[in-house]
Structure formats: C-alpha cells, structure tokens
C-alpha cells in the first residue's frame, strides 16, 4: 500500500471494516440527488421506475449534472409519464424527439428505446423478465440475453444503438446496464435502491466498475486484472463477495463514494 492509501484506512482493523463503514456512509438518502438513481426516484409507479432507471442509467457517462439534465429532457418528452407516453402515444409524438442528444446517444436510438419498450410492455408487466430470459441463471447469461433481446426487433432496429447497450459476450464490463440492476435488485431499508425485482437476488449480481471504483478497488489491492472489462468486474466482484457473501455489491457505496468524494 502506498503512504497515501495508509492514512486513509490506518484507523481500520481489516479492509472490510473500512469498506463497512463507508458503504454505511454513503448508502444513504443524501446520496440520491446528484446521482442518475434520483431519475427513476422521481416516480411510484413500477414501470416508470423501470424505464426512467433504465434510460438514465445508459445515458450515465460524463458529468452527471449533464446526465440528470439529459434524463430529466426525456422525462418531459414523455408528458411526465414515461409508461403511460410509452403505451398511449401517436406516431406524431414522436417528432419531438428529433432533436434529442446526449454524446453519442441521438435521435435514432431513442426512438428505438421507445419502439422496444412499446412492444416489450404490450406482452410484460416487468422488465425484469427481459433478464430472466436465459435458463443458466447467472447474471452474465442474463446480461447477454438481454443484449440479443433489445437488439433482437429486426424490422427497426439501427444497428448504431447495439454499442449502447453492453454485453459480456464482447467482454464488456457492462458498467451501466450492472448499475441498473443493483438499483432493481438491491433490498435494504436505506431508501437508495428499490428492490422492487424479486427473481434476481442480491448475492447473484455483479459490481458496476466506474472509474472511480476501479481506483479505489486497485488503490485497496482488491483488483489485479489489469484490463478493466467483464472478467475485472467478476474478478473484483468475487473479492467482495468474501467479505459479505449475500450482498456483495452494497460496496459499490463505499468505492464510489470514497472515489467521488476525493478520499484517496
């Protein structure tokens, strides 16, 4: 460890108890309001809930008071109502999309988000199902299930969309689409995640590696692989999973937020 790192964890008596204490620190209601998560927290209805944390957590790259701006412009393209806009819109409401862009994330691709969720949500009440599509069971065959899923309607889709949408059949760490499900599967009675999916469980999924929890993670010796990809996020998360075999993934609170917050 470096002199750095040693300051920061010297008043700890393991690594885990330095990880306990800051995943309890930031897995807390403050942390929603300047996080993607606070999109879908702006709804009760399980289906928005779904959609909104769906849509922003793909947009989640870059600043995220740009994402949360780009999430809420979504929102109110969908009158405020994004499953009932979903089911019920004309195909002149789509026009006002047209301008809608977020980095590489343009018009195309967010017509055919909604194009997937109109034909998803006609014969589903959750998108849970869509990742429980693979009879293996693992997060990683239900990742690549999904992949084939979404990018599976081939009357419309663009191919340009499939890049965002991550799988672990190209090695992807799939950043993004693992965040999402740690804020549908995660259960706790902090008020951060929903838990409002019940067939996937905690102990099944995998940490999302942001940049800054590949750098506290490689800063606390919890990571080797040097390549930050799917094989790193099983790795890191298997390093977790020693230290809470149920719930591996509360730790992303502790990495992050020491991250985030600048503690190394």
Same mark, same amino acid.
């Given at each position: 460890?470096?002199?750095?790192? =040693?300051?920061?964890?010297?008043?700890?008596?393991?690594?885990?108890?330095?990880?306990?204490?800051?995943?309890?620190?930031?897995?807390?209601?403050?942390?929603? $309001?300047?996080?993607? =998560?606070?999109?879908?927290?702006?709804?009760?209805?399980?289906?928005? =809930? $779904?959609?909104?944390?769906?849509?922003?957590? +793909?947009?989640?790259?870059?600043?995220?008071? +740009?994402?949360?701006?780009?999430?809420? $412009?979504?929102? /109110?393209?969908?009158?405020?109502?994004?499953?009932?806009?979903?089911?019920?819109?004309?195909?002149?409401?789509?026009?006002?999309?047209?301008?809608?862009?977020?980095?590489?994330?343009?018009? =195309?691709?967010?017509?055919?988000?909604?194009?997937?969720?109109?034909?998803?949500?006609?014969?589903?009440?959750?998108? $849970?199902?869509?990742?429980?599509? /693979?009879?293996?069971?693992? +997060?990683?065959?239900?990742?690549?299930a999904f992949h084939d899923r979404f990018c599976g309607l081939t009357d419309f889709f663009p191919e340009r969309t499939r890049k965002h949408i991550a799988t672990p059949a190209r090695n992807s760490a799939c950043k993004r689409l693992l965040m999402f499900l740690r804020w549908m599967v995660r259960q706790d009675d902090r008020g951060v995640d929903f838990g409002v999916w019940t067939r996937l469980k905690p102990a099944q999924l995998v940490i999302p590696i942001d940049v800054h929890v590949n750098r506290v993670a490689r800063h606390l010796k919890l990571l080797s692989r040097p390549q930050t990809d799917w094989k790193a996020a099983l790795e890191l998360t298997e390093t977790l999973r020693q230290f809470d075999p149920t719930d591996p993934v509360r730790y992303d609170f502790a990495l992050f937020g020491v991250g985030v917050e600048g503690e190394l």
């Amino acid at each position: 460890m470096n002199d750095e790192l =040693i300051i920061n964890t010297r008043h700890y008596a393991s690594v885990k108890d330095f990880l306990d204490t800051k995943a309890d620190q930031y897995n807390r209601p403050s942390f929603i $309001e300047r996080d993607p =998560i606070s999109i879908p927290h702006r709804f009760s209805l399980k289906q928005d =809930i $779904e959609i909104m944390g769906f849509w922003a957590a +793909v947009l989640a790259w870059g600043q995220r008071p +740009v994402i949360l701006k780009k999430s809420t $412009e979504l929102i /109110d393209l969908m009158d405020g109502a994004p499953y009932d806009f979903i089911q019920h819109h004309e195909e002149s409401d789509l026009k006002r999309f047209l301008a809608f862009k977020h980095r590489t994330f343009n018009a =195309i691709d967010a017509l055919y988000f909604l194009h997937f969720f109109r034909q998803y949500f006609q014969k589903h009440d959750s998108l $849970e199902d869509a990742f429980l599509s /693979d009879p293996a069971g693992t +997060v990683e065959a239900s990742l690549i299930a999904f992949h084939d899923r979404f990018c599976g309607l081939t009357d419309f889709f663009p191919e340009r969309t499939r890049k965002h949408i991550a799988t672990p059949a190209r090695n992807s760490a799939c950043k993004r689409l693992l965040m999402f499900l740690r804020w549908m599967v995660r259960q706790d009675d902090r008020g951060v995640d929903f838990g409002v999916w019940t067939r996937l469980k905690p102990a099944q999924l995998v940490i999302p590696i942001d940049v800054h929890v590949n750098r506290v993670a490689r800063h606390l010796k919890l990571l080797s692989r040097p390549q930050t990809d799917w094989k790193a996020a099983l790795e890191l998360t298997e390093t977790l999973r020693q230290f809470d075999p149920t719930d591996p993934v509360r730790y992303d609170f502790a990495l992050f937020g020491v991250g985030v917050e600048g503690e190394l």
